[in-house]
């Protein structure tokens, strides 16, 4: 939603006739955009990577959400040109994957300038196309460094998204976090370390963005490689719906 937020804002000034977007058969951010757009009654055609023949709850949800979705191929997905033009055939407005753009950027900088927040040595985020991560480094927060966790995206443009982030944000020190892993396998040992995480704090993780960041963090802290006294701030980014694809896995 946050990340969602801007976007629907700019669908409103222009006075389009509906909104087309993309991502994954689990994504978390075409699960949010088709909730907002059914309560909003706007019409929503989404991209799916994945066959015609492929049924999963997410999915289920955007059609009883009445959302129009064609399924693409993985070439199709990441070409922004088919989905823009998809949306300027219809007349519609195109959202990037998982939000991301200066939209996006500002409906998280302007949730994080909301909260009452304490000072923070260290703020971490998982991120996929850094759009949640460039929010929360432009925002108001009093933090000295932001740790953005990829968890396997393989994505190259993000480290050099960074960089210039780096770059007009000098009072910052913002730090990528490549974790080297296969992006979205639930492997036995994130499992039981998911489950061992909500049985100790009660907190749900989803295993593509926070369950990894978490798990990378709390290994650096038993590895003493986090200063002690450091105030740490982690966000969690939502996701939970995902684990629906894992009954073993809390949902809430």
């Not at 996006?104 to 260290?122: C, F, Q, S, T």
């Not at 007009?168 to 040992?189: A, C, E, N, V, Y």
């Not at 039981?192 to 963090?217: E, H, K, N, Q, S």
Request: aromatic letters at 10%; glycine letters at 12%.
């Amino acid at each position: 939603w946050l990340k969602l937020q801007g976007w629907l804002d700019k669908f409103r000034d222009k006075g389009l006739k509906g909104i087309v977007t993309a991502g994954g058969p689990w994504s978390n951010f075409l699960h949010a955009c088709g909730y907002a757009c059914h309560t909003n009654s706007i019409p929503l055609h989404v991209l799916v990577k994945g066959h015609s023949h492929l049924n999963n709850p997410m999915l289920n949800d955007l059609k009883n959400w009445k959302t129009e979705i064609t399924f693409v191929n993985r070439h199709q997905l990441y070409d922004k040109t088919f989905g823009l033009n998809l949306a300027q055939e219809k007349g519609f407005g195109w959202i990037p994957m998982g939000g991301d753009g200066t939209e996006g950027e500002k409906g998280v900088e302007r949730w994080m300038n909301r909260l009452p927040l304490a000072a923070y040595d260290i703020v971490c985020c998982a991120t996929g196309t850094g759009t949640t991560a460039a929010g929360i480094a432009k925002s108001q927060m009093k933090f000295r460094e932001l740790w953005a966790f990829d968890p396997g995206t393989g994505d190259p443009s993000i480290p050099q998204k960074f960089s210039e982030l780096q770059t007009h944000l000098p009072h910052r020190i913002i730090r990528f976090m490549g974790l080297h892993q296969t992006f979205g396998k639930l492997s036995k040992d994130l499992e039981a370390f998911m489950l061992d995480w909500y049985a100790r704090t009660g907190i749900p993780l989803d295993f593509v963005y926070t369950a990894p960041m978490c798990r990378a963090l709390t290994g650096m802290l038993a590895a003493e490689q986090i200063s002690p006294g450091s105030r740490i701030l982690m966000v969690h980014t939502g996701g939970l719906q995902g684990n629906r694809s894992c009954p073993a896995l809390p949902t809430e």
